[in-house]
């Protein structure tokens, strides 16, 4: 049974604002139960009653037979600076959703389960930034990230979550977003971001899919601390932020830094804290403020400049791979079982053979075809 | 196999077929045909890219017997007959649409496993050839990649059937 254009089939008939009965009249069916059953997959669509109801629903032929699209779900918000006009981030978020949509598909063909929950954090626009940090802390305390949360945030999110985090590479400007899906949320990095800048926004984008029911986000929010949106949408990043410090730099593993910090120059040991808590150096001054434990001298003694610490230094970072283990694990098993052409994925992924075949190789998987 | 078999080819075995120098045979043996899709991706792409099979258009143009477009309703039909409809690519699909038609002695060649599977679930068992076949008819013997021989071919029917038939 196909159950894919029985599905979209519904949705499109509820997204033109039409009754069972209205669409089973425009469709031709003798009563309204004959539809009833097409949606809920009992009775396949003829070829016949598939090409009226593009018609009449004024949909095309792709809406409803396209699993790999999606089709008014999903809701962005990016992480991205001036440089990203709304153009650029539409034609970004179409080929976004285009990865979204195929790991959910191939999912759906494999047979594999998403969650139905949503989990969600109590904090709402009234909420204090302390009461954003505890969320952090007691998140990372819950999740069992241990001493350098940054290590172990992503996998967390994907079990803990079932969201997915896929590293991507964005065009310049964009660093990262958020998408809300129900069934498979997703957390989108630009890998190309100093390490620093991508754990940071890793945390900060699991903040909004934590409350996106309660604090929906702005589809695009700036890049750098600096929320110059209007009150409401300025408080959420604000909220987001302190959220994403706490979660990154715990305050008992910082306690420990901060004591042994002694006589050290405070811009030397701002950039080697960072680097162990693979943040920037600039995130662990504003949570070292936010503390209260930054006195005034060591502010003025606090030369941005200096800072420039974003996770560990250069030679050390690598860039991680496209995509992630688990969406390539998903592409490879379709393209061994024949559950997925092999021109088909190369056009999704916008990629050629070669470039499939490299991207097995990087999470060190047979190539599953010679074509 | 008889000279002058209609045979429906895919863009995977066009590009194939240049890139292991059989084309021209077999398109003088087979009276080979094409859906338009298939024909505008053999001859899409980067060229300078690493890798890059040219596919030279009038060559191309000079070996098929014909070109078929392929309607949106015949899109249609053969999505709706198909449990994955969005497995394939636009190529591989217009291909099956196209053949749904046809009541003639056709037979075709494909060399992805999705879509062997696709033809396979639209009843072409009868219908199939490799391309390691067709140059074998056309007296050559190029060497070709893993999925335009017969035992590639052979295996994805055999693993389609055994997998019908524990379903």
Known sequence: ?371 | MQRGQVVLVDTNVVIEAFRARCWRAVSSHFAVEIVEKCYEEALTGDPLRPGYIVVDAAQLRMGLQKRHAVSAVQRAQVKARLTYPDALDAGETDLLAHTLGRSDAWIASCADRAAVNAALELGWEEHFISLEAMARAAGATPTLKHHFTDRWLSEVRTTYKLEQVLK
């Open chain 1, 1 to 371: 049974m196909n159950d894919l254009i029985n599905k979209r089939l519904k949705m499109a008939r509820e997204k033109a604002g039409l009754t069972q009965a209205q669409l089973a009249e425009k469709l031709g069916f003798k009563d309204r139960q004959t539809l009833a059953a097409i949606e809920s997959g009992q009775r396949k669509l003829s070829a016949e009653e598939l090409v009226r109801a593009i018609r009449v629903l004024n949909v095309d032929l792709d809406y409803l037979t396209d699993g790999f699209r999606l089709v008014g779900e999903g809701k962005f918000s990016w992480r991205a600076d001036k440089n990203a006009t709304e153009n650029l981030l539409s034609a970004f978020e179409e080929r976004a959703g285009r990865w979204i949509a195929t790991y959910r598909r191939l999912g759906e063909i494999q047979g594999i389960k998403t969650t139905v929950l949503q989990p969600r954090l109590a904090l709402n626009e009234r909420s204090s930034f302390e009461e954003a940090s505890a969320d952090g802390e007691a998140l990372g305390t819950e999740w069992g990230l241990g001493d350098t949360p940054a290590l172990a945030l992503e996998r967390a999110i994907e079990t803990k979550l079932g969201a997915l985090v896929l590293y991507v590479d964005a065009p310049k400007g964009i660093s990262g977003a958020a998408c809300l899906l129900p069934g498979l949320n997703t957390i989108l990095i630009n890998r190309n971001e100093p390490e620093g800048r991508r754990n940071y926004d890793l945390a900060h984008e699991t903040f909004h899919l934590l409350t996106w029911e309660q604090m929906p986000p702005e589809h695009k929010e700036p890049i750098e601390g600096n929320h110059r949106g209007k009150g409401r949408h300025k408080r959420v990043e604000q909220l987001a932020d302190n959220f994403a410090a706490a979660l990154l730099m715990p305050e008992r593993v910082l306690k420990v830094f901060w004591l042994a910090r002694e006589k050290q120059d405070i811009n030397v040991w701002l950039n080697r804290t960072a680097a162990e808590f693979l943040v920037s150096a600039k995130a662990l001054k504003w949570r070292l403020t936010n503390l209260g434990w930054l006195s005034k001298s060591d502010h003025f003694d606090i030369n941005d400049a200096k800072l420039t610490a974003n996770g560990r230094p250069r030679k050390e970072q690598s860039v991680p791979r496209i995509f992630c283990e688990p969406f390539v694990r998903r592409l490879h098993t379709a393209l061994a079982k024949g559950q997925l052409s092999v021109r088909r994925a190369a056009s999704l992924l916008d990629t050629t053979f070669d470039g499939l075949s490299e991207l097995f190789r990087a999470y060190g998987l047979p190539v599953p075809f010679d074509l």
